[in-house]
């Protein structure tokens, strides 16, 4: 079993900045892709950002030039520096992490409010 522990959600102004961490605990033997979604309400879950072992990035266009995705192996943990925030990045934040053997694995998430 593999456990995910989100952190850094909360309120923040309307170009305020939150930075997120997601640590990854258990029986973790070789993580590929470490990736942050994120569901509105009402709205289907997206892809904000992915990290591959190697270090290759992507981000969705909507967050481009604003997030940032960034991992720390030695800790299994992953990082989402989002700066420049809208209300339209209000969502429940969700990191997951997919093992080399294809397993992946789901936080529980956390909640980020952009709002003045």
């Known amino acids: 079993q593999v456990q995910l522990v989100e952190s850094g959600g909360g309120l923040v102004q309307p170009g305020g900045s939150l930075r997120l961490s997601c640590a990854a605990s258990?029986?973790?033997?070789?993580?590929?892709?470490m990736s942050w979604y994120r569901q509105a309400p009402e709205k289907e879950r997206e892809l904000v950002a992915t990290i591959t072992s190697g270090g290759s990035t992507y981000y969705a266009d909507s967050v481009k030039g604003r997030f940032t995705i960034s991992r720390d192996n030695a800790k299994n943990t992953v990082f989402l520096q989002m700066n420049s925030l809208k209300p339209e990045d209000t969502a429940v934040y969700y990191c997951?992490?997919?093992?080399?053997?294809?397993?992946?694995?789901w936080g529980k998430g956390t909640l980020v409010t952009v709002s003045s």
């Open positions: 997951k992490v997919t093992l080399l053997g294809g397993s992946a694995y």
């Open positions: 258990g029986s973790i033997f070789s993580i590929n892709t």
